[in-house]
């Protein structure tokens, strides 16, 4: 029985090495499961296809422009409408329609309440898809 002693007579010191069998069989299977795989992988299927002879037509929904200049006077398109009357407007376009988007404009000077107002007529009359243009430019205030 091997017993550790404190006297430093016949001291052995541990020996550092890697055991490489366990290494090499993992790598032997590793090459066996590749070189059954390899083979698989370049076996394909030949499949026909059918061709489709038809292209898809995009539809593009009608667009109501929509602008509001600095004054808060509402344009639809390039005719000044009043506000009474706008609701109206948007209701006459979503029954022409029923996927009608519009496109709002607002001057930067433009209160926001005019734009709500605006943007509430919208929804009242059935507009679902509401965006808003921009102009591009830096961010500098």
């Known amino acids: 029985m091997?017993?550790?002693?404190?006297?430093?007579?016949?001291?052995?010191?541990?020996?550092a090495e890697i055991n490489m069998t366990p290494l090499v069989d993992v790598m032997l299977v590793l090459l066996i499961i590749f070189m059954i795989t390899a083979p698989l992988m370049t076996h394909s299927v030949k499949v026909e296809l059918p061709r489709a002879s038809s292209t898809p037509t995009p539809e593009k929904p009608m667009t109501l422009q929509v602008s509001i200049n600095a004054e808060n006077t509402v344009f639809v398109g390039t005719q000044a409408v009043d506000r009474n009357s706008l609701e109206a407007r948007f209701s006459e376009a979503v029954a022409q329609d029923a996927n009608v988007e519009m496109h709002l404009k607002a001057d930067r000077a433009t209160r926001y309440e005019a734009v709500a107002e605006t943007m509430s007529a919208a929804r009242r009359a059935g507009l679902t898809k509401i965006g808003f243009v921009t102009q591009p430019g830096s961010d500098k205030p």
């Open 2 to 15: 091997a017993m550790g002693s404190f006297s430093s007579q016949n001291h052995q010191m541990p020996t």
